[in-house]
């Protein structure tokens, strides 16, 4: 049996630690948001936010590779601004992958913002703390089974993509060319072996990583209020 490429496993655990990272940022203040608006467009919001769960991948990667190809609004941008494509690159992946994972973070999250309630940040602001203080302080800590969560799916979501980041990444190696595409490819060229590897890896990293999740959170205490 020839030698396993293990360029595709390092590619997607830093694809998946960068979307992760990325939909911490954006996805934390949007969950905030949606767990206490009283906004008439929440429902719309929430729609979008989970429609990649119910679209076909292939679909969403469709018109991402509109989107961002160079004829594209937001690819065109990039051109502009890198002088380089955004689609068959990383960056592209990263901006791909955040889409597709972003109800696997923003759910989560939103559902402890909402589990922690108005109440203790009413009464750190009787205290005398500001808002931001309030949220990094009293909010966040009790709602860390939900950042757990949202850091537990959206990892394992992005390490298992296939037909979104075929359609905007394709399968460039060293680029895009993460596991999931090349265990298609080993299949496609009869190189079960290879592929028996990268899958059944995939499986247990998969496995053993919820696993924790559900330990952990069994051992957390339960917030109280």
Known sequence: ??????????????????????L????????????FTRSRFKP???????LPLVLPPTV?????????????????FWVQLTDTALTFSFSGLVVASVIYSFPFAVQPLQNAFEGVGRAPLEAAATLGAKPMDSFFSVASP??????????????????????????VGGNIPGATRVISIAIYEHVETLSYDQAH?????????SFFVLLGVYIFNRRLPLNRI
Not at 197 to 205: T, Y
């Open 44 to 50: 719309g919001i929430e729609a979008l936010v989970a």
């Open 60 to 76: 969403l990667g469709f018109y991402l590779l509109i989107l961002l190809g160079p004829a594209g609004a937001i690819g065109r």
């Open 197 to 205: 590897i990268l899958s059944a890896g995939l499986l247990l990293l």
């Open 24 to 35: 911490l940022v954006i996805g934390t203040p949007l969950a905030w948001w949606l767990a």
């Open 142 to 167: 009790m709602a860390i089974r939900g950042y757990i969560t949202a850091i537990v799916l959206g990892f394992a979501h992005t390490l298992g993509e296939f037909g979104v980041v075929l359609m």
């Open 1 to 22: 049996m020839e030698s396993l490429d293990l360029g595709p496993v390092w590619l997607s655990l830093q694809l998946a630690t960068v979307t992760v990272a990325v």
